[in-house]
């Protein structure tokens, strides 16, 4: 029989960990496959691991994994997908804003239909605010414009994938994680199927927008080098305007006998200009050569402190 991985990172989530599980439970109890719960603790400060320890005594399926510290939410999605040994790997939240309702028809749409990856478009979401909505379609249409991949719009981390599939992203060396990207960027067959996003079952949202623009960032250096080519695209087009400038100045010069026109104003607003721009694009390249600092020192991106239930991988 096959087994289903569900790999859950949580943090600060002690009041929905009980109902997650139950709901998992009743979801495959009519299922004919074999199951397993792996709940990632990424460094709470509540209770929430001793709540998963419980919940591992009264469910087998149910497994956890304590972090060292706060790793971020990709370290610790990583450490789970890492821990899985099922035949086919969802990932989704702890707070149920991902319905599990919606794992079966994922589930048959790969051990059916054959499709390796099935991802989620977010359709509805009525507690995101109004500038992160903004922020979510301007990032995807950046992203999707100037990247090496195309991303779903409002995609999310709730997703299946294959064995192979799995094994394909994670043979990826990164230390900064997009997952959103690295799913896409292996290229097997893959769908999308939308859901509306449930309300929070317990507890307040835990990612704040500094985490979001973090993780944007990750994404488009890691998948783009777009912003590297800026600095030679501006400086082209400045010395073209130049050179037209100069050359209107020299014919206006030579032939309608007008002078060139005097002002220190004009060319301190250029300099600082040209100063301000030369700092922006080093800040550019200082962000991409902050990126190749982390990745080549090949640094672990997470630490176990304690693992609770049997883990074959």
């Not at 299922?31 to 709470?44: A, C």
């Amino acid at each position: 029989m096959k087994t289903i991985s569900i790999v859950v990172p949580a943090y600060n989530e002690e009041a929905c960990i009980p109902e997650l599980v139950r709901s998992i439970h009743n979801t495959f109890k009519n299922l004919q496959f074999n199951y397993e719960l792996i709940i990632v603790d990424d460094g709470s400060v509540d209770n929430s691991f001793e709540i998963i320890r419980e919940q591992s005594k009264k469910f087998s399926f149910v497994k956890g994994i304590k972090l060292s510290r706060n790793m971020g939410h990709q370290a610790a999605l990583d450490c789970g997908l890492n821990h899985a040994y099922g035949d086919a790997v969802i990932s989704m939240d702890a707070d149920l804003q991902h319905p599990p309702d919606l794992l079966p028809e994922m589930i048959r749409l790969w051990d059916e239909e054959g499709y390796d990856i099935v991802t989620t478009q977010k359709m509805e979401n009525r507690e995101a605010g109004f500038i992160y909505k903004i922020w979510a379609k301007l990032f995807y249409s950046f992203f999707n414009k100037y990247s090496q991949i195309k991303l779903t719009p409002n995609g999310s981390d709730f997703r299946l994938m294959s064995r192979k599939s799995l094994e394909a992203v994670l043979s990826m060396p990164e230390y900064h994680k997009f997952y959103r990207g690295m799913v896409h960027f292996v290229g097997f067959k893959s769908t999308t199927i939308p859901f509306n996003v449930q309300k929070r079952f317990a507890g307040k949202r835990k990612y704040n927008f500094r985490q979001s623009l973090n993780l944007a960032s990750d994404g488009l250096v890691s998948f783009s080098d777009f912003a590297l080519k800026i600095p030679m695209i501006l400086g082209l087009i400045v010395f073209f305007v130049v050179i037209l400038f100069m050359i209107i100045s020299l014919v206006k010069l030579l032939f309608l006998g007008d002078q060139f026109e005097k002002g220190w104003t004009s060319i301190v607003v250029l300099i600082i200009l040209s100063f301000s721009i030369q700092l922006v694009f080093m800040g550019i390249m200082g962000v991409y050569i902050g990126k190749i600092y982390f990745e080549v020192k090949r640094r672990p991106v997470f630490f176990t402190q304690e693992k609770i239930g049997d883990f074959k991988k």
